[in-house]
Nanobody, 129 residues
């Protein structure tokens, strides 16, 4: 399973970006068998969770830092998960990663990075004036 994250860039404080994560390389399973998470890592800091979405049932959760500003969604027909980020702040500057894990419980939300098996390469988001 391969993940590709893109959509990062330079944005001014208060601006918006939409990140996309496209998943491919399935064998017997399909995209809607996988829960997806977005994580980020700022320079000199550890990786932290941002937002998570379950499989086709679409249960969703956010880290406190993302609540009210970020929206996660998935399009199972396109094997893609999105992270819409609004009202961006300088402290949102980080490399953003998407990750996937096969789950049997369709509403399962996984918040720990160690629970994910597959990772994308990351996309850099810089919030600066």
């Amino acid at each position: 399973v391969q993940l590709q994250a893109f959509g990062g860039g330079l944005v001014q404080p208060g601006g918006s970006l939409r990140l996309s994560c496209t998943v491919s390389g399935f064998t017997s399973l399909t995209f809607d068998d996988y829960a997806i998470g977005w994580f980020r890592q700022a320079s000199g800091k550890g990786r932290e969770g941002v937002s998570y979405i379950s499989t086709s049932d679409g249960a969703i959760a956010y880290a406190e830092s993302a609540k009210g500003r970020f929206t996660i969604s998935r399009d199972n027909a396109k094997n893609t998960v999105y992270l819409q980020m609004n009202s961006l702040k300088p402290e949102d500057t980080a490399v953003y990663y998407c990750a996937a894990v096969w789950v049997t419980l369709k509403t399962m939300i996984l918040r720990n990075a160690d629970e994910y098996d597959y990772w994308g390469q990351g996309t850099l988001v810089t919030v600066s004036s």
